[in-house]
Nanobody
């Protein structure tokens, strides 16, 4: 079992930045992939970014160039740095561990 706890969400104005943290209850070195998804009310959960064991990263087109995913293996934590936030980024953001374990989510609200 892996528990994931997200933090860092909140309310920000358009153009602002937030950093989301995802703290895992066990070593993330054993995860071949970790990532972030988001879900807007009434919509399906969508993939945002992922980071693989070797450090390779991938991003959804909608966030490419604005969001950066990274990991600190010593702290068992994955981060999502979000810059140039827009109202359409408003969603609940979920951390994912190998697509098997999910966090509870953290709300990000971007005002126009």
């Amino acid at each position: 079992q892996v528990q994931l706890v997200e933090s860092g969400g909140g309310l920000v104005q358009a153009g602002g930045s937030l950093r989301l943290d995802c703290s895992a209850s066990r070593s993330i070195l054993s995860a071949n992939v970790m990532g972030w998804y988001r879900q807007c009310p009434g919509k399906e959960r969508e993939w945002v970014a992922r980071i693989r064991y070797g450090g390779n990263t991938d991003y959804a087109d909608s966030v490419k160039g604005r969001f950066t995913i990274s990991r600190d293996n010593a702290k068992n934590t994955v981060y999502l740095q979000m810059n140039s936030l827009q109202p359409e980024d408003t969603a609940v953001y979920y951390c994912m561990y190998t697509w098997k374990y999910w966090g509870q989510g953290t709300q990000v609200t971007v005002s126009s």
